[in-house]
């Protein structure tokens, strides 16, 4: 079956500092992949998406890649604000019926 | 406007009761899901409906069961609460492959 594997948390850094998230996946065909944010007490929103191999899906200064050799759509992000402290998931999508497969999200906490 | 709507935002009850949570969504959007997220934040899908037809039931007990009385409203009622069944749930829905999440239900069982 679909699989999303996510670094654990919480990552921890300084405003301005650069952010690494690694998501990896497995699943049967061609998957689209997702990061979606979730800010404290509200729900999901979707942050970025490829849906081919390598697309780069971009949003906010924001990027992953879709890296199918190495099934891979690591978040990055070039200088972290504190607003973007949240929680991050990576998801993929299958075919039947859209249903997402989520990784188990990371918590990202930004000090000023 | 809300583009997906839950309610309530919060329930709190005891084991043994049964208990709703409403879905509305005003996007138009043919297909409407359910999901939960647990204490670790770990979010699983429980069912999607599209256009008023049930098209994935994961493995979730029989005391849950969904109801879409139209495409835009996707129901949830929960019977004979169990303390594992604490937990946010978030309602869904899309068009194609992007999903538009509610702000999720926090329900509490005591």
């Known amino acids: 079956g679909n699989s999303v594997t996510q670094m654990e948390g919480p990552v921890t850094l300084s405003e301005e500092a650069f952010l690494t998230i690694n998501c990896t996946y497995t699943?049967?065909?061609?998957?689209?992949l997702f990061w979606y944010v979730q800010y404290p007490g509200e729900g999901l929103q979707l942050l970025l998406k490829?849906?081919?191999?390598?697309d780069k899906g971009s949003n906010k200064g924001f990027e992953a890649t879709y890296r199918k050799e190495t099934t891979s759509f690591h978040l990055e992000k070039g200088s972290v604000q504190v607003s973007d402290s949240a929680v991050y998931f990576c998801a993929l999508s299958s075919n039947a019926g859209n249903m997402l497969t989520f990784g188990g999200g990371t918590r990202l906490m930004v000090k000023p | 406007d809300t583009a997906v709507s839950q309610t309530p935002k919060y329930l709190v009850t005891q084991m043994g009761n049964d208990k709703s949570i409403k879905c509305e969504q005003n996007l138009g959007h043919d297909t409407m899901y359910w999901y939960k997220q647990d204490s670790k934040k770990f979010l699983k899908i429980m069912f999607s409906y599209n256009n008023k037809e049930l098209i994935i039931n994961e493995t979730v007990p029989n005391r849950f069961s969904p109801k879409s009385p139209d495409k835009a409203h996707l129901n949830l009622h929960i019977n004979s609460l169990e303390l594992g069944d604490s937990a946010v749930y978030f309602c869904?829905?899309?068009?194609?492959?992007?999903?538009?999440f509610g702000p999720g239900t926090r329900l509490t069982v005591t």
């Open positions: 869904a829905s899309s068009l194609d492959y992007e999903q538009y």
């Open positions: 490829a849906t081919k191999a390598d």
């Open positions: 699943a049967t065909g061609y998957p689209s």
